[in-house]
């Protein structure tokens, strides 16, 4: 009887869920976002004085969005950032410099908490690509992070019903290394 | 998330708890060598078992005095005399965790110290002093009561206490960083008669020592290099790169050189990490520092370790493979193949004894690697007859080692 109970609740839930769903105007659609802007580096390094590591950039995010819901979005993220560039005085006669950029690859979840403000979690990949020029060849090096994390606030508002500009906050922090950067970003977005 | 992000950050720092510079130890003089051979054996604890056991075994290494309990706890001393007293500090630790804290103590004058200090052995040590739980107290009373000398049996058959990582990893808190010279030098005191370091080769194929494949924030300090070591060339990893402590990654070269020079380690594992194309470095390298060995008279065995068909191929192309001293981890045919002095299986494959008891005909040894669990220890050595172990707790396997009959 209880089990009979609960599939004509759980029956009823969803005939409810549909319905609200009926008079739903809104079209789901997909969306393609381009950001640029300035990125910092919390400089976290031991072994470097913070004198010695520029931290301010410009970085880029592009977005992939879905968005069925009338508040929830899921969509794929990457771009391209460069976190940190080092000088390293060695000795007397020799510096080396090395460069740190990060391409992330994250899936988004976003959710509209008030008209046109965003807020958005996005763990992911992220690879790291490190170049180090100095003693000897200039060096590439490549490694990859799998326990990365995004927060981003965003501000969207539609000029029309395909173009939407905006600002985004977000802060990332990179597993393998320990790096955490945050980026104030311009956005401007085509609904498809 | 954000216990994610907790996880990924390095853990806490555990201290060595220190008298300091103003130590009582450093009025007092060192002990000599046959001193100090007085104090090995097993004593029972009739004050400081809750922490120490019923008995534990002290055992003199190059330069302090180990006390080796069974379930995992250890001291490390330092060790003086004035006057016929035996003067004793150091600090305790628990292998499991990171509990720790002072160890004080001292050997009178009458209950064996004036024979300690002539040379002379003598059936009486009482060792009394007190022990702390927190911070730099010392409010535990601590006496150990000599029973008898390790067995002169046991002693006269090699057996070989490895460390893990040339002595013991940065993840169990140690205050000097895994595969570096300053853990080469550690090592000792935590009763290891021999290591394994793990060897890679930088882009400029120098053969360094370290562990994982990447440079990273579990064993390095944060710097401005991360990534594959072998994208990196010795230099930029010495002077870009310092390892948790602040050491640097030392060459397989300089590593070497400080065990044949400045310690009594009697073997040294080479565990290659790179498979392919590695041998022709290292083999000479390996080669040197055993001639340097012999002309400095140590007794001093370095093994090639062969952990895969493909180091196998590789040390098989060498011309001088047959003769060169390598430690196999793969079967007792490849063994016989590549004329390995030391067959290495893992633990997990059980004591194996009629497989033991076969490389013991052929005149070889058996190793097995990487054991650290207390109860796996006591079974492998009272009921197997490996003569080695590879471990991450040498005080445990060096505990129940000593202990035995023969």
Known sequence: ?192 | MALLMAGCNKSKDVPVPSEGPNSFLTQTYPLPDNSRKIMDGIYKVTAGNELFGDQVVLKWSRKKLTMMCSDGHYSVLDVGQLDSVIVIQGYWRYCYNDNTGLLNAYIARDEGGSEIVNGVTTPMIILRGAYGKTGNELDKALELVYQRPISPALLSKKFSILAHRSGGRTSDHLPVSENSIAMINFTEGLGSTGIEVDVQLTRDGIPVLFHDGDINIRLTQKGPLSGPIHDFTYMQLYYLVSLIHGEHIPRLNDALMFVVDSTLISDVYLDMKENVNSMSTVIPIQKEMLQRAKDKGRDLHIYVGLPSQDAINDFMNQPDYLITPSLCELTVDDVVRTNSMVWAPRWTEGTQNDLVAQIHTQGRIAWTWTLDNVEWIKEYINDGNFNGILTNYPFVVGYYHYIREK
């Open chain 1, 1 to 192: 009887m209880k089990k009979i109970t609960v599939i004509i609740l759980f029956c009823l839930l969803a005939c409810f869920n549909v319905r609200s769903q009926e008079g739903n105007s809104r079209v789901t659609h997909f969306s393609l976002a381009i950001g640029a802007g300035w990125s910092h580096y919390f400089a976290n390094m031991d072994l470097v004085p913070a004198r010695n590591v520029h931290k301010e950039f410009i970085g880029t995010s592009f977005q992939f969005m879905w968005e069925p819901e009338y508040r929830l979005s899921l969509g794929l993220e990457t771009g391209l950032y460069r976190i940190f560039k080092v000088d390293s005085v060695l000795t007397k006669e020799y510096t080396m410099d090395s460069r740190m950029y990060m391409i992330p690859l994250l899936l988004v979840i976003r959710m509209r908490i008030v008209d046109h403000f965003y807020l958005s979690v996005a763990p992911g990949l992220a690879i790291q690509l490190l170049q180090i020029r100095g003693i000897g060849e200039t060096i590439s090096s490549t490694q990859y992070s799998f326990a990365n994390f995004e927060a981003c606030a965003s501000y969207l508002y539609p000029l029309s019903k395909r173009f939407v500009v905006g600002g985004e906050a977000r802060f990332f922090y990179i597993g393998a290394t320990n790096d955490n950067i945050m980026s104030l970003n311009a956005v401007f977005a085509l609904r498809l």
